[in-house]
C-alpha cells in the first residue's frame, strides 16, 4: 500500500503521527504516512523512532522502499526493539540533525552539477560531506576555483522550490536527467522536479533546504582520478 512520504512536500518536517500498516517478512515497519526519507540517489534513509501511546518507542535505524516505483517505505527497526502490531497509533520522529545536514548538503551537490557541467555517474551525500563523480574528458579541474564557484552561488541566496512533472513530460525533456548511473523512478505517472532558482533543474526525490545560503561554507576537499575519464569530486563542510 503506497505510504504518504510527506518529506517530499516539506523536508522540514521532523515528526508526525501514523498509523501501522504492515509488517514486512524482515521486520519493516510500514506506516500510512511518514516523514522518514527512504535510501535512494545516494542519500541514506533517516533514522529516528517510532513511539507509541502505550510508551513502547522502536528506535529506527534506517527507512527503505519495498518496490520499484518507490511507493512504499519499510522503516527499519534497531536489533532488540520492541514490536509493533498492525493498527498501533505512533508518533514518527526523524534525527533531525543528521537529516538537515544531508539536506545542506544534498542541496550543495546540485550546485557542484551546475557548477560542472558534466555527466553524473554517481554520489553520495553524507551529513558533513559527499561526492559526485563525473565523467569529465582531459580534466583540469582546480578545487579553488570550484570552490569560490560554489560560495558565490551559496551566498546569492537562490530560492529552491519543487514541482512534479508526468512521466511523459518528462521523456520529452532527456536532458533534464544529469545522473548516467541513476535514473529517476518512472511508473508512478509523476516525477519530481527541483529547482535552485537561476542554477539548476533535475529530477530528484531528495531532500533540500528552502534557499542556498542555509548550505554554509563548503569546499572541495578532494579530486580524485577513479578512471580515463571519471573523476571524483568530494566536498565538505567548512
Not at 97 to 102: A, C, E, F, N
Request: hydrophobic share 40%; glycine share 10%.
Amino acid at each position: 500500500m503506497p505510504t504518504d512520504c510527506l518529506f517530499r512536500d516539506d523536508s522540514y518536517l521532523k515528526q508526525c503521527e501514523a498509523r501501522v500498516l504492515a509488517i514486512t517478512e524482515r521486520g519493516g515497519i510500514v506506516l500510512d504516512r511518514t516523514v522518514f526519507y527512504a535510501a535512494s540517489g545516494g542519500q541514506p534513509g533517516d533514522s529516528g523512532a517510532l513511539a507509541a501511546s502505550d510508551g513502547t518507542r522502536v528506535v529506527i535505524d534506517s527507512a527503505i522502499y519495498t518496490d520499484a516505483a518507490k511507493t512504499e517505505i519499510a522503516h527499519v527497526p534497531a536489533a532488540g526493539a520492541p514490536a509493533l502490531k498492525i493498527g498501533d497509533a505512533v508518533t514518527a520522529l526523524i534525527d533531525w540533525d543528521k537529516r538537515y545536514g544531508r539536506m545542506r548538503m544534498h542541496t550543495a551537490l546540485h550546485l557542484l552539477s551546475a557548477a560542472l557541467p558534466y555527466a553524473v555517474t554517481g554520489g553520495s551525500v553524507g551529513e558533513s560531506e559527499g561526492r559526485l563523480d563525473f565523467d569529465i574528458p582531459d580534466a583540469g579541474l582546480d578545487k579553488d576555483a570550484i570552490t569560490a564557484k560554489l560560495a558565490a552561488m551559496v551566498a546569492s541566496n537562490a530560492a529552491i522550490s519543487s514541482r512534479w512533472i508526468s512521466d511523459a513530460e518528462l521523456a520529452a525533456n532527456p536532458g533534464l536527467v544529469k545522473t548516467m548511473s541513476v535514473q529517476p523512478p518512472i511508473g508512478s505517472g509523476r516525477v519530481r522536479l527541483i529547482e535552485i532558482e537561476g542554477f539548476d533543474l533535475q529530477p530528484c526525490g531528495g531532500t533540500h533546504v528552502r534557499g542556498t545560503a542555509e548550505i554554509g561554507t563548503v569546499r572541495v576537499a578532494q579530486i580524485e582520478k577513479k578512471g580515463k575519464l571519471n573523476r571524483r569530486v568530494r566536498l565538505a563542510f567548512v
